[in-house]
């Protein structure tokens, strides 16, 4: 059983999200060690980038805070390193493809099979290119973790036949955010996509409230929490700890 497959076992997982570097690179290890404590099952990192076309201004900003520490790819292979000393805790990259394309496809997923991340989302990378990464993601242990939009009905099956990780499921159109209501007809959704594969699903995009979370935990397998994440991070700066985890511990409390 993968590590993946691990956060998924013990009821709805609840998967964190942060920007490496944002405020530090030190404090992006405590922050990760903090959320695993605090009930996250599964961590995605975002790997900063000057051009993150899918985020809404929290999560752009924390890419700027980040990229003005001049935040490299290493910094962030660094950090898992780093957390892989104390934490089994599953790890996925968030990232656009161009960094990982500059890096070199090779060296990038043979580093994270080395450092221990078991997938990667690249929310700029249509179904029709991932071919480009699949294979050699895969020959290196890491899953290439699809997302599957609202939009998305004529082309789930493509999408979902060969998934692996787990799905993520984009509850809204738009960029990521906080948003007061989800008005996207989830069930419906994971019914078509569940038609097709027993991959876990996990919904993100807007989910920020513990009410939020305790009503998509009860027809998803994970709930996926970002922009509301950074803002602790961007409120609080490096006394961010005790914040994360008080937040983290109620959303996690309402996945249950």
Same mark, same amino acid.
């Given at each position: 059983?993968?590590?993946?497959?691990? !956060?998924?076992? &013990?009821? =709805?997982?609840?998967?964190?999200?942060?920007?490496?570097?944002?405020?530090?690179?030190?404090?992006?290890?405590?922050?990760?060690?903090?959320?695993?404590?605090?009930?996250?099952?599964?961590?995605?990192?975002?790997?900063?980038?000057?051009?993150?076309?899918?985020?809404?201004? #929290?999560?752009?900003?924390?890419?700027?805070?980040?990229?003005?520490?001049?935040? =490299?790819?290493?910094?962030?292979?660094? /950090?898992?390193?780093?957390?892989?000393?104390?934490?089994? /805790?599953?790890? #996925?990259?968030?990232?656009?493809? &161009?960094?990982?394309?500059?890096?070199? $496809?090779?060296?990038?997923?043979?580093?994270? *099979?080395?450092?221990?991340?078991?997938?990667?989302?690249?929310?700029?990378?249509? $179904?029709?290119?991932?071919?480009?990464?699949?294979?050699? !993601?895969?020959?290196?242990?890491?899953?290439?973790?699809?997302?599957?939009?609202?939009? %998305? %009905?004529?082309?789930?099956?493509?999408?979902?036949?060969?998934?692996?990780?787990?799905?993520? #499921?984009? %509850?809204?159109?738009?960029?990521?955010?906080?948003?007061?209501?989800?008005?996207?007809?989830? &069930? !419906?959704?994971?019914?078509?996509?569940?038609?097709?594969?027993?991959?876990?699903? *996990? @919904?993100?995009?807007?989910?920020?409230?513990?009410?939020?979370?305790?009503? /998509? %935990?009860?027809? *998803?397998?994970?709930?996926?929490?970002?922009?509301?994440?950074?803002?602790?991070?961007?409120?609080?700066?490096? &006394?961010? =700890?005790?914040?994360?985890?008080?937040? @983290?511990?109620?959303?996690?409390?309402?996945?249950?």
């Amino acid at each position: 059983m993968s590590k993946i497959a691990n !956060a998924f076992k &013990n009821g =709805t997982a609840f998967i964190g999200f942060l920007t490496a570097g944002d405020p530090t690179i030190d404090k992006t290890v405590e922050f990760i060690f903090a959320m695993e404590d605090a009930g996250c099952d599964l961590i995605e990192i975002g790997i900063p980038f000057s051009d993150p076309m899918a985020e809404g201004v #929290v999560i752009q900003e924390a890419n700027v805070r980040a990229l003005k520490h001049n935040t =490299t790819t290493d910094d962030v292979f660094e /950090i898992v390193r780093r957390v892989r000393e104390k934490s089994d /805790i599953p790890l #996925v990259f968030l990232t656009y493809i &161009n960094p990982v394309f500059f890096y070199g $496809y090779e060296k990038f997923f043979k580093k994270c *099979a080395e450092l221990g991340i078991d997938g990667i989302i690249s929310p700029d990378l249509p $179904y029709e290119e991932k071919g480009e990464i699949a294979d050699i !993601a895969l020959s290196n242990g890491v899953d290439v973790i699809s997302l599957i939009a609202p939009t %998305s %009905s004529e082309r789930i099956k493509m999408i979902a036949s060969d998934a692996t990780g787990f799905i993520y #499921v984009v %509850s809204s159109l738009g960029v990521t955010g906080m948003r007061a209501e989800i008005e996207t007809d989830l &069930n !419906a959704i994971l019914s078509d996509i569940r038609e097709v594969t027993d991959l876990p699903l *996990a @919904v993100g995009f807007g989910i920020n409230t513990p009410q939020q979370a305790s009503d /998509i %935990s009860k027809i *998803a397998d994970g709930v996926i929490v970002g922009s509301a994440i950074v803002k602790i991070i961007e409120e609080h700066g490096e &006394n961010a =700890t005790d914040a994360l985890m008080e937040y @983290v511990s109620s959303m996690k409390n309402a996945c249950l």
